[in-house]
């Protein structure tokens, strides 16, 4: 035993100088980094592959239980060449630790082969061939083909919470195995009998357990909810979280597991209040699968059951409407639809009585759509109910109150008119007209607002030119500033006012006979203008 000690002891020391050999790599030569090489034919390998192409010896033992499949690892290594002890990569450094899914193959499959039998704490020096490495195409210009390859390696942690169904926001781990494989699970609406526990986790931020901080794993803390052997349906209860619903989904009969849910898979920022829930909080279930039932493949069904089925969930999305959720609401109306459409095994009078509740659930939907204010898809299920029964009223009105939310109030009016005509003393109806023609009028007001002073400035200026081209623009005379001179003024020649040195302009250009001539032109002209208009009307006539 002593000798066991002394040589883990000097394998441990071989290994510190190699690492703190590779940190003055840049001045050792190749044949004494080739000395370091731990031989082949050392008793201490041990085989960890069948073929013994990986093989390891183990630095420092660890404790506990190796990373079981599919979970999280967390580890450190230093990469060499083999022939060389040259090191290639080193992430000893890194923070937080390199992470990879064990038995997942993200990694060399010499690694995740190692990994999957090593525990916590425990440091290996690891050695594969190029087969379980890099093989024959090598990594770039870094790793040559068919190259050999040592790693220090060391396991600081795993975490085997696994994903459920591919979503990050929802980890299981087992606790106790069920029956049956991956593919015997719950379904959609399958009835579970189940024992849970719900619970709050104090602190959210971190849900995996963090070595490299010095952190330990948070538990959760206080119960808010709890049951013993209860009838649950599959994607059916509200008050549970959406999270809640994908775990049932991933277990098998008679498993035990626990499940952490992420605040976006839980109750998201609003919370519940009345169970102590707060903000972005995540959730802790540990839930008990005694049994469950999955509902029969519906063409299979005799039409009886698929009745039974349909009405059913018919009840349950009629509970939800009442209850203001909406969304759950939809998807038991989209359920029972399927079951009523899986008309295959039915006589006439069945698929009559199968179109007639079709009939009323593309009504509810429309009324759905019109409550989440989707009002396109509710005029698309409104013409679904009308193109079976055209005098449905409900269905009349529903489109008619969509068209009038997307402003169509002319198209509304119609609609909404028709359904009053189909029942005259429905005063909902009479209030849907009212508000839709109180809507119209609202939406001209605002356009008037909106553009109406626009377009009264441009046409005011249009008509301000058209003044000014006809009449012209005459400035009026300031008579306060005109002095009238007295008569004995302009007698005298020394005056200003003189009639003979204050006139200016030639007789001439008041001649009468000019004058005439002007007034004649003028007469031509306006005769020619009249001529003018006459040929543009006459223009204008025959255009019309």
């Known amino acids: 035993m002593s000798t066991q000690l002394k040589e883990e002891k000097e394998i441990e020391k071989k290994a510190q100088e190699v690492s703190d050999s590779d940190s003055s790599s840049d001045t050792d030569s190749d044949d004494e980094l080739a000395n370091s090489r731990v031989p082949d034919d050392d008793p201490r390998w041990q085989k960890v592959t069948y073929d013994n192409c990986v093989k390891k010896i183990i630095l420092k033992e660890g404790w506990g239980k190796p990373a079981p499949d599919g979970s999280d690892a967390y580890i450190r290594y230093v990469g060499k060449f083999k022939d060389t002890q040259r090191v290639f990569e080193d992430n000893t450094k890194q923070k937080p630790p390199f992470k990879f899914l064990v038995g997942h193959f993200r990694v060399i499959r010499a690694i995740d082969i190692a990994v999957a039998a090593m525990k916590i704490g425990e440091k290996c020096l690891l050695r594969t061939t190029s087969r379980y490495a890099f093989g024959e195409k090598g990594e770039g210009r870094k790793i ?12 600081i942690d795993w975490n085997d919470w696994k994903r459920v169904n591919n979503k990050d926001g929802v980890r299981k781990r087992v606790l106790k195995q069920g029956e049956g494989d991956m593919y015997d699970v719950p379904d959609a609406s399958a009835i579970c009998d189940i024992t849970y526990t719900a619970q709050i986790f104090p602190n959210d931020d971190e849900l995996y357990l963090d070595v490299k901080d010095g952190d330990e794993e948070k538990y959760p803390d206080r119960v808010f909810s709890c049951g013993r052997h209860i ?6 209860d509200p008050t549970f979280p959406e999270g809640f619903h994908e775990a049932l989904k991933s277990m ?4 035990i597991a626990e499940f952490k849910i992420e605040p976006s898979w839980a109750f998201g920022e609003k919370g519940v209040t009345e169970l102590g829930i707060g903000s972005n909080q995540s959730l802790y279930y540990r839930i008990h699968m005694h049994n469950y039932q999955n509902l029969m493949s519906r063409w299979k069904m005799e039409p009886e059951q698929l009745f039974d089925v349909a009405n059913r969930f018919k009840r349950k999305a009629k509970e939800y409407f009442e209850l203001g959720n909406w969304d759950y609401a939809f998807q ?9 459409e899986a008309d295959e095994k039915m006589d006439h009078e069945e698929k009559k009585q199968a179109a007639d509740d079709i009939t009323i659930v593309h009504n509810n939907l429309a009324m759905i759509h019109l409550k989440r204010n989707e009002f396109l898809e509710c005029i698309r299920e409104a013409n679904k109910v009308i193109k079976a029964d055209k005098d449905n009223i409900k269905a009349w009105c529903r489109k008619g109150q969509a068209r009038s939310m997307l402003a169509d109030y002319k198209k509304a009016d119609d609609d909404l008119r028709h359904a009053q005509s189909l029942d005259k003393k429905n005063k909902f109806i009479k209030r849907c007209i009212k508000r839709n023609k109180k809507k119209k009028k609202q939406y001209n007001d605002n356009q008037k607002k909106t553009y109406g002073g626009m377009f009264d400035k441009y046409n005011q200026f249009l008509k301000d030119k058209e003044d000014k081209q006809q009449k012209g ?13 007295d008569i004995d003024e302009y007698d005298s020649d020394d005056s200003q006012y003189s009639s003979v040195g204050s006139i200016d ?20 002209d306006n005769n020619n203008n009249n001529n003018d208009n006459n040929d543009a009307l006459e223009a204008i006539n025959e255009e019309d």
């Open 231 to 236: 009838e649950f349906m599959v994607n059916d």
């Open 252 to 255: 098998n009969k008679y498993e």
């Open 332 to 340: 038991r109306y989209e359920k029972a639809l399927e079951y009523f």
């Open 473 to 485: 623009v005459v400035k009026a005379l300031d008579t306060s500033k005109i002095r009238e001179p």
């Open 505 to 524: 302009f030639e007789f001439d250009d008041m001649d009468d006979g000019d004058k005439g001539d002007d007034d004649e032109s003028s007469d031509n």
């Open 144 to 155: 040559a083909p068919n190259k050999d390859l040592d790693y220090e390696l060391e396991v």
